[in-house]
C-alpha cells in the first residue's frame, strides 16, 4: 500500500544534487542522512542509487519507521532507521559512532502518509480527530492548543505559521465556540473557519482551513524552532565536499533555510582587509540559484508537489575551534 501512493518529490533533482558527494573516490563507503524518512521513497532511491552509500535515517513517526522498515529491509544493514526529531542528529551521529557524513537530505512537511492516514488529523478535506502529532506518543494535540491557547497567543500562531491574515476573525469565532463545547474533530473546525470569512477571502487561494491547518501543525510539532536547529546541526555534519539537499513546501520553512545557507556562504571578515584569513571565508558553496521549483510535469503527476522549494549547499571549508 505505502509504495503506490507515495511519490517522493523532486527525486531526480535531490540525487542529481547529492551525487557528487556520494560517489567521491576519497568516501569509497559513504554515509548519507535522511532527517525525514516518512514512507521511505527518498531513503530507498539513494540505497539503490549510491550502492557503496551507507544510510542513517530519522523520523519522529513510529508508524513510518515500522512501513519504511519492511521497504528497506532488503538493504540490509546498508540500513540504520532511528526513532528521533531531525534536530536530534548530533546526538544520533555520535551514538553511531559517525564523526562526519557526506551527504544530508529533508524533506519537510508532513508526510504522504499522516495526510492519507485520516484519524490523524492533518488533513482539512476529510474529519478526523484534531490531533497533528507527528510522534503520537508525546506533545499536545491540535485540539488541546485550540480548546487551551489564550485568544491573543492563537492569533500570534495564525499570523506568524499560517500567515492567516484573517487570524483575529477565526480566533474570535473558535473562543465562542469553545466555551460551548471544546473542539475534538477537523470538520467542526473547517465550517467555523468557512463561516468566519468574509466572501473575498474564501475565493483565493483553496480551501481556506489550509493556513490555520499549517499553523497548528506547525505549533503541535514545534516544526520552526526544531528547523532553525536542524539546518545548522546537518551543516555542522557534514564533511568536507559533503552536500546538503532541503525541500521546504512553505515560504517560513524556505525562509530558514535560504538564511543559513547563505550565511554559510558569506565571507565573514571586517571591511578593508587585504587578505581574508581562512577563518573568514565562506564555510558553504550553494548549489542552487535561489530555490529551484518541480517541474509542470512532476506537478501534473503529484500535486502535492507543487509547493516544494529545493535548495542544495556544499560544504568547502572545516570550522575553525
Do not use: W
Not at 123 to 138: E, G, K, V
Not at 191 to 220: H, S
Request: proline share 7%; charged share 25%; hydrophobic share 40%.
Amino acid at each position: 500500500m505505502s509504495q503506490t501512493r507515495h511519490v517522493p518529490v523532486m527525486l531526480q533533482r535531490c540525487l542529481d544534487l547529492l551525487a557528487p558527494a556520494l560517489q567521491d573516490p576519497a568516501h569509497p563507503e559513504p554515509v548519507v542522512v535522511d532527517c525525514t524518512l516518512g514512507l521511505g521513497g527518498h531513503s530507498e532511491a539513494l540505497l539503490a542509487s549510491f550502492p557503496t552509500a551507507r544510510l542513517i535515517a530519522l523520523d519522529r513517526d513510529k508508524e513510518a519507521l515500522r512501513l519504511s522498515g519492511e521497504r528497506l529491509a532488503p538493504y540490509g544493514d546498508r540500513a540504520t532507521l532511528v526513532h528521533a526529531v531531525y534536530d536530534e542528529l548530533p546526538e544520533v551521529l555520535e551514538r553511531l559512532g559517525v564523526p562526519k557524513v557526506q551527504g544530508v537530505l529533508f524533506d519537510l512537511g508532513v508526510s504522504s502518509m499522516q495526510l492519507d492516514e485520516a484519524d490523524r488529523g492533518f488533513a482539512y478535506a476529510q474529519d478526523a480527530p484534531l490531533d497533528m502529532r507527528m510522534d503520537q506518543s508525546t506533545g499536545v494535540s491540535a485540539a488541546e492548543v485550540l480548546n487551551t491557547y489564550p485568544p491573543g497567543e492563537l492569533v500570534r500562531i495564525l499570523r506568524a505559521y499560517g500567515e492567516e491574515k484573517q487570524a483575529k476573525r477565526i480566533v474570535s469565532a473558535v473562543v465562542r465556540e469553545r466555551e460551548k463545547e471544546p473542539f475534538s474533530n477537523s470538520a467542526r473546525l473547517v465550517e467555523l473557519i468557512r463561516d468566519a470569512l468574509p466572501q473575498a477571502a474564501k475565493r483565493t487561494g483553496g480551501n481556506p482551513a489550509k493556513r490555520t491547518f499549517q499553523a497548528l501543525r506547525i505549533e503541535v510539532n514545534g516544526e520552526l524552532s526544531v528547523l532553525e536547529r536542524a539546518i545548522p546541526a546537518a551543516v555542522d555534519s557534514l564533511a568536507v565536499g559533503g552536500r546538503i539537499a532541503v525541500l521546504s513546501y512553505h515560504s517560513l520553512e524556505d525562509r530558514l533555510v535560504k538564511q543559513v545557507f547563505a550565511a554559510g556562504a558569506a565571507n565573514t571578515a571586517p571591511p578593508g582587509l587585504p587578505v581574508v584569513p581562512e577563518r573568514y571565508q565562506p564555510r558553504l558553496k550553494q548549489l542552487t540559484r535561489g530555490a529551484e521549483l518541480p517541474t509542470e510535469e512532476e506537478v501534473a503527476e503529484n500535486r502535492r508537489a507543487a509547493p516544494a522549494r529545493l535548495r542544495g549547499a556544499q560544504r568547502i571549508r572545516e570550522e575553525e575551534r
